[in-house]
């Protein structure tokens, strides 16, 4: 089996929120969900008993944010751009308040506003085997309203860094983080070439119905792998 490494640069970081296997921190709404609307078989199945679902949000890994963080839009002046303020009530020496990226490096309107951009960092080296990479993304199904990080593809098999610095947006005026939350899910893969191929088969659409019929939860009976992340 594959190691991936998560190296932490501060003890109480690592003691009090540690990384985790993404099955150890699911959404709680989703923990709660019943795999049915109704009675099981005689009604419409959940969004539980969708395997792709599953296998995205109980994928990789967890990092939690491990520090309190309160964040205020701080317009600058003159510009139209929207800034931003961040304090650290309880104290933090690995990252500036006001650490980010201005507009103009990425001049794209979020929710119709020119922003400037926050950065998270974290305490965090992440180690995978050769030829292996990490995809980094806020955790979809939390539906964070507050915050995204932005998507990003991180080579942390040959990347030496003692700390983990991703980028995102504020959606949210104002807003406080607390440690623990969940801020991003690492997901590891093997990097492979890859060439497209365009085909038309129109039989499929015959099969694939017909399927869809006969089969109750057939992906999961018949196409489902399972993937393990210890």
């Given at each position: ?6 190296i932490?640069?501060d003890?109480?970081?690592a ?11 699911r ?5 709660k969900?019943?795999p049915?609307v ?30 309190e963080?309160?964040f ?8 139209g ?18 650490e980010g ?16 951009y926050?950065t ?21 199904y ?24 991703w ?11 607390a ?19 365009l ?22 009976r018949?196409?489902h ?6």
């Amino acid at each position: 089996m594959n190691k991936i490494k998560f190296i932490c640069g501060d003890s109480a970081v690592a003691e009090h929120f540690p990384i985790v296997p993404a099955s150890k921190m699911r959404p709680e709404w989703y923990s709660k969900l019943r795999p049915w609307v109704g009675e099981p078989h005689q009604s419409y199945p959940t969004i539980k008993k969708c395997m792709p679902v599953n296998d995205f949000i109980q994928g990789g890994y967890i990092v939690p944010n491990p520090v309190e963080q309160q964040f205020n839009i701080a317009p600058r002046p003159d510009t139209g751009v929207q800034g931003f303020s961040r304090e650290y009530p309880g104290g933090w020496t690995i990252q500036a308040p006001q650490e980010g990226h201005e507009h103009e490096q990425c001049p794209v309107q979020v929710n119709g506003a020119k922003r400037d951009y926050i950065t998270f960092s974290v305490p965090w080296r992440i180690e995978t085997p050769p030829g292996y990479s990490c995809l980094i993304m806020s955790p979809f199904y939390f539906f964070e309203e507050r915050f995204k990080l932005f998507p990003a593809i991180i080579d942390t098999d040959t990347i030496d860094v003692s700390w983990n610095n991703w980028p995102g947006v504020m959606l949210k005026s104002q807003f406080t983080l607390a440690p623990g939350e969940p801020l991003a899910q690492v997901i590891p893969f093997k990097r492979e070439d890859w060439e497209m191929e365009l085909e038309v088969n129109e039989d499929q659409i015959k099969r694939d119905t017909a399927l869809k019929f006969f089969l109750t939860n057939a992906y999961a009976r018949i196409f489902h792998r399972k993937k393990k992340y210890k």
